[in-house]
């Protein structure tokens, strides 16, 4: 074997493995690595090539595989043979039909090593570089890359440039493919995805379909996001008592670079979201956000432009809370019965009503009404309460819930208490 003593037999090797252009930086780290095999540091030489494998290099399929054969001639000369093979096979991978001369110059034994892999690589299944083909593959279909939600923030975006191998039914073959550069870590995953859910047309030679390397460039950038939606998604998890999540979509919502709001849905994503934060107990920023929203929405109205009604009204509900104006409150009035009994139930005790904070936040009121079954005893019989009619779906809950735990004195006929259905309004007073 040859080992680091007899490397300087190295400097002799004057064939080129594949054409270097010398210019990118993959092909400057395979230079260099070259010295540094040649001035006996085998070390430093398997760095400098484990460095242009690296996806940031950019390394063509050409170079990866110029950097691979001499990372297994490095390793040979560090004395690992495993290594050695798993570089060559990983080369021979990229083009089956890859062919190096002068390794039997350097040892018999090397040139053996890389032989034996080649054959390996051919039964597993020739493969042609799409350069090599009469006709390369194209991709026909398939899925975007999934942009991770974690990048938004970060505005992430860029080129993702992949390899693999496309077999003869235009599918990528799952262990070949591989992310050569990419503007994020994150990224790798879903783009590996894509290129396994895509249908390819298969490269040909002289008619018929090959296994054939393609690489090919994916411009990824962030989704174009709505302003209203994500609003409207956080006052829906402000409803459900989840204001750290309402938070988070309302930073995406005032992203101007995802969402691109305009002057009005920034009003109204400013005062969703101080009342988010009002919600989780950040007063500073529930004052900032609603002073700030406020000031946006009067400098909007001064303007003449024109509203929308919800924004109108979420404003004033503002501006009446910051002014101390009473909270909004909830009753519940007698009920009746649906059939005719010849005593009406009455309502005995139910539990304190919860007024959904933001239904309360943004002064929306109005009348729920709650059909139930009430059995012989007056208790109100499980899962019977649905609602016959409301102003707003986010005060149903609230109803629902206050009536199914109310207790009720029964209705009579005959002289009887018996079970019957019930309609129980649920007053929400918005003051």
């Not at 599918?171 to 990224?187: F, G, I, K, M």
């Not at 649906?338 to 005790?349: C, F, N």
Request: hydrophobic share 45%; glycine share 8%; charged share 20%.
């Amino acid at each position: 074997m040859l080992r680091p003593a007899c490397s300087a037999s190295v400097v002799a090797l004057s064939v080129a493995l594949l054409p270097l252009s010398g210019q990118s930086r993959a092909s400057r780290l395979v230079d260099s690595a070259r010295s540094q095999l040649a001035a006996n540091h085998a070390d430093s030489a398997a760095v400098l090539l484990h460095t242009a494998l690296d996806t940031s290099t950019h390394a063509t399929v050409a170079e990866r595989q110029n950097a691979l054969v001499w990372d297994g001639i490095v390793q040979f000369v560090r004395g690992d043979e495993g290594l050695a093979r798993a570089a060559f096979r990983q080369a021979l991978a990229l083009d089956s039909a890859l062919d190096v001369k002068g390794l039997d110059e350097l040892s018999p034994q090397l040139g053996q090593l890389f032989r034996q892999e080649k054959q390996a690589a051919v039964r597993k299944g020739f493969v042609h570089v799409s350069g090599s083909v009469d006709e390369p593959p194209r991709r026909l279909s398939g899925p975007p890359v999934d942009y991770p939600p974690s990048l938004l923030r970060r505005h992430v975006q860029g080129l993702v440039e992949l390899a693999a191998v496309i077999d003869p039914t235009g599918r990528a073959e799952p262990a070949s493919v591989e992310v050569l550069s990419t503007p994020d870590s994150a990224l790798i995953g879903p783009a590996k995805r894509m290129m396994l859910a895509s249908q390819f047309s298969p490269g040909r030679l002289k008619g018929s379909a090959v296994r054939t390397m393609v690489q090919m460039a994916v411009d990824v950038r962030p989704p174009r996001l709505s302003a209203p939606e994500l609003v409207g998604k956080a006052r829906d998890q402000l409803a459900a008592g989840r204001p750290d999540s309402a938070q988070s979509l309302l930073e995406l919502a005032l992203d101007t670079g995802l969402t691109h709001p305009t002057d009005g849905e920034r009003a109204y994503g400013l005062l969703v979201r101080g009342l988010a934060a009002a919600r989780a107990g950040r007063d500073s920023a529930a004052r900032a956000d609603l002073g700030d929203g406020l000031a946006l929405y009067q400098t909007l109205t001064a303007r003449g432009v024109d509203l929308a009604p919800f924004l109108r009204r979420l404003a004033d509900s503002v501006r009446l809370t910051r002014r101390g104006a009473r909270p909004p409150a909830a009753t519940m009035p007698a009920p009746t019965a649906v059939a005719r009994v010849d005593e009406q139930p009455a309502l005995i005790s139910h539990p304190p009503i919860r007024y959904p904070p933001e239904m309360a936040a943004l002064r929306v009121g109005g009348t729920v009404v709650v059909e139930a079954v009430l059995d012989s005893s007056g208790r109100v019989e499980r899962g019977s309460p649905r609602i016959v009619s409301s102003p707003n779906h986010g005060l149903d809950a609230a109803a629902r819930a206050v009536v199914a735990a109310s207790v009720y004195r029964p209705a009579r006929r005959g002289g009887r208490a018996v079970g019957a259905g019930i309609r129980q309004a649920v007053v929400f007073v918005a003051e």
